[in-house]
Each structure stands twice: as structure tokens, then as C-alpha cells.
């Protein structure tokens, strides 16, 4: 049940983040983890079912990545191996300028990030049911993943949607220093730490581009 301990919860957290967002906006967050925790009973979406760690790895964790992603002012987002929806149905609700393409090739999660789409309004948000090598779409500027793949895969996974000038954002915990030894001659790598409110773990965004 998410009720108004895990609303407190977040606007706390948020705080923290220095994210001043709207009431309906909170709402919509919250709506979003009532789905999950709703359809995880049939699907399996994820391993977290306490409400109060839902806010904290669901919702703060994706949002914690927000700030220094939107610096990078994307126009067109493709998230990786979207799972249950983090970051991308976060991203989507507290922007809505952003057209975002969720990609798993789990048809009972992407029946789910489909569902969600619809509930909570998110127009401006394309489900893909599919593996990321089938996928054509046009190019993407930013490219993100949580739990897709080692750093290396990521890359040569997704390397032909990346538009020109574009970027790859990696969510991880620990510092993945031997992934990034691994990555392609051609990729610059930057480690961007993260502080999420209420999570007691490492977390970063490993930044890669292809060399100029």
C-alpha cells in the first residue's frame, strides 16, 4: 500500500535532490509505484516489494540521475532493458518535454510499461517489445540502462540508434572500473557519482561517447 508515509518519503528525498516538482507531479510518482506494486503480484517486476524501498530504489534512485541528465538536454531518450520502468517512466513524468522510448524484450514487462504509459498520461512515451539488435528506430541522443548489460555490450548493443554527438548514460552501483577497461579504444568514459536520499549503496552514471 503506498500511502502517505512513502509520499513524505519522497518529497523528502526530492528535497534532498534539490527537485522542486509539482503536487500532481509527486502524484503521478506515486501512482506509478500503486501500478507496480499492483502488477508485480502477477508479473514479477521486481525483487522490492516494501513500499518504503520502492521510493528509495525505484523512484530516488532513477531521479537522482535526472538533474545531470537533463544537462544534457535530450530531445529523444532510448532506456535499455527498461524492466519495471526505471529511469524511463520517472524520467517521463517529471518531463514531459522528453520523447522517450521504453525497450525490453520481456513481453509481461512491456505489458505492464504499456499499461503504465495509459494510466498515468505519459504521450509522450513509445513502448518496444523487442531485442535491442532488431530495433531501427531514428537515432537516439541519449541512450540510458539500469540493469541491461556490462558497459561493453551496451555500447556495441546500441551503438547504431546513438545519433551524432550523442551520449550513453550507464546507471550503476560500484564503480564498474574493469567494464570501462573493457569498453571499445574508440569510447571516452567519465564516472559521475551519486548521492540517492535514503539508499545506503554506491551509486554512478558512467558517461561514454564515441571519440571526436
Given at each position: ?39 508485480n503480484k502477477t ?66 514487462k512491456t505489458a ?90 554506491e551509486r554512478c ?8
Open positions: 500500500m503506498i500511502g502517505q508515509q512513502q509520499e513524505t518519503q519522497l518529497r523528502e528525498g526530492l528535497q534532498s535532490l534539490g527537485l522542486a516538482l509539482d503536487d500532481s507531479i509527486v502524484a503521478r510518482l506515486l501512482a506509478y509505484l500503486a501500478l507496480l506494486l499492483k502488477w508479473y514479477s517486476l521486481t525483487a522490492i516489494t516494501e513500499p518504503e524501498r520502492m521510493v528509495s530504489h525505484h523512484l530516488l534512485d532513477s531521479l537522482a540521475a535526472l538533474r545531470p541528465i537533463a544537462g544534457r538536454q535530450p530531445q529523444r531518450l532510448l532506456d535499455v532493458g527498461s524492466g519495471g520502468g526505471q529511469p524511463g517512466i520517472p524520467f517521463a513524468i517529471v518531463q514531459p518535454d522528453w520523447q522517450i522510448t521504453l525497450l525490453d524484450s520481456n513481453h509481461k505492464f510499461l504499456q499499461q503504465a504509459v495509459i494510466e498515468l498520461g505519459l504521450r509522450q512515451v513509445s513502448v518496444v517489445c523487442d531485442r535491442v539488435e532488431n530495433v531501427t528506430a531514428a537515432p537516439y541522443d541519449l541512450i540510458t540502462s539500469r540493469a541491461f548489460a556490462d558497459l561493453a555490450d551496451f555500447v556495441r548493443l546500441t551503438r547504431p540508434l546513438l545519433a551524432q554527438g550523442g551520449s550513453w548514460a550507464a546507471l550503476k552501483g560500484v564503480q564498474p572500473f574493469e567494464e570501462i577497461a573493457a569498453l571499445p579504444a574508440d569510447i571516452v568514459s567519465r564516472i559521475e557519482p551519486l548521492t540517492v536520499p535514503g539508499l545506503g549503496a552514471i558512467v558517461w561514454m561517447e564515441p571519440k571526436a
